[in-house]
């Protein structure tokens, strides 16, 4: 099928009205962001089964039309690993396509490798092998050849019949509804609003530092991250992590004491000091109620351990028995929340909770117990006879 290349707004309007009509369509997205804060979005892929574009985001003015398409209920859109395409579409037009659809995560109930990459599923699914020549490709520069727009509408060209097999297989294993509380999640702007306040926990050796130093290092980074969205500029190009820590570590109170920290660049120090410095002294005035709390390894006790890693055993049943890889599907950090934080864990949300979390759970409160049936083991209610082979660890 022939595409679009779509440069004006009657073509985008005219290409929209089009695929309205059409129960589903795949879409992917091609992007910059090395040198700002939010992705520069380059283009716009999309395919239905009758018609194919690719829209030029920089030639467009009025983009109501797809907007507007990408909000249609009746219209499925299709992804895969869609997480930085959906944080650039609400980014861009301010709410997130819905519904939508994973194939990475469809895949992954299905039994494919983990993670499995969209050229890897459609050699799995179609049997052809794609170019990766144009992977780093700049794609806000202009104009763009044949052969880079060719290679980006291979993106969601393939995805068309991924998406009809995956959604058959689906089907076919009863496995639709494990991943619907998923898919509903990718819609939700929540998912993809940054939280400031937050923005601490990411420091690489944050856990070196106690006190009022978090303090200072929780109240850089927020002042890092509002300014970063202010200039669009990577936030490292404001205040690198290591500078953040250094400062919370050493506590400087004025410019001197600034300018003597080795590794920050005394052009940083002119410019952005006066306001460093005033977050720090603000920080020393604060409260020690104001603080937060030392970011600490969680700590399982040895019957903790213990039960982890009988659940742990039990996870690996499951997933051979679904045919799902065991990385897939739990890893031992799951595992562990679920024990001490169920609520952070993976296994008691979406698909992993359909097809284990619930068993798993049963058994950490005592409701059953392990048990070995002919050679294999399954879980058993608490009197000990081993319960019908509905309620054994499968869940195919």
């Known amino acids: 099928m022939q595409y679009l290349f779509i440069e004006t707004d009657d073509q985008l309007a005219s290409f929209c009205q089009q695929l309205a009509s059409e129960s589903y369509c795949a879409v992917d997205t091609e992007f910059v962001r090395e040198k700002t804060y939010y992705p ?9 089964e009758q018609h194919m574009a690719c829209i030029d985001p920089f030639a ?12 249609k209920p009746e219209l499925l859109k299709v992804f895969h690993s869609p997480s930085q395409d959906l944080e650039i579409l609400y980014q861009h037009f301010g709410e997130v396509p819905t519904p939508v659809f994973d194939t990475q995560l469809a895949a992954a ?3 494919y490798q983990h993670q499995i990459s969209y050229a890897d599923l459609v050699f799995e699914v179609t049997g052809t092998r794609l170019e990766k020549k144009y992977t780093r490709a700049d794609w806000s520069k202009r104009p763009l050849s044949k052969d880079e727009i060719d290679y980006a509408m291979d993106d969601v060209r393939y995805l068309m019949p991924v998406y009809r097999q995956i959604k058959q297989d689906l089907e076919a294993k009863n496995r639709t509804s494990w991943i619907e509380k998923d898919l509903d999640t990718m819609s939700l702007s929540s998912t993809y609003e940054v939280d400031v ?5 990411r420091l690489k050796g944050i856990q070196k530092l106690k006190g009022v130093q978090l303090q200072i290092a929780r109240k850089l980074c927020e002042w890092r991250e ?8 990577p936030r490292r190009w404001i205040v690198a992590d290591d500078w953040i820590i250094e400062i919370a570590r050493k506590k400087p109170t004025k410019l001197e ?3 003597l920290i080795r590794d920050i660049p005394a052009k940083v120090a002119e410019h952005q000091g006066p306001a460093l410095i005033d977050i720090v002294n603000q920080s020393l005035q604060s409260s020690a109620s104001e603080w937060p709390e030392t970011l600490k390894p969680q700590q399982l006790s040895l ?6 890693d009988c659940l742990m055993g039990l996870c690996r049943i499951i997933a051979d028995d679904n045919n799902i890889a065991l990385a897939t599907f739990a890893t031992r950090k799951d595992i562990d929340n679920l024990i001490t934080n169920r609520k952070s864990s993976r296994l008691a949300q979406g698909w992993r909770f359909s097809m284990a ?3 798993l759970l049963s058994f950490i409160y005592g409701q059953s117990t392990l048990a070995v049936d002919d050679g294999r083991i399954c879980l058993s209610g608490k009197s000990g006879a081993t319960e019908p082979e509905s309620s054994k660890i499968a869940a195919h």
């Open 40 to 48: 520069l979005l380059s283009l716009i892929q999309i395919s239905g």
């Open 357 to 359: 979390g619930e068993q």
């Open 60 to 71: 467009i003015t009025d983009f109501e039309p797809l907007r507007q398409l990408f909000q």
């Open 257 to 259: 004491d600034l300018a």
């Open 109 to 111: 109930v299905l039994g």
């Open 197 to 201: 306040s937050s923005q601490w926990h």
């Open 226 to 233: 509002l300014r970063a969205q202010q200039k669009n500029r």
């Open 303 to 308: 019957h903790q351990q213990a039960l982890g």
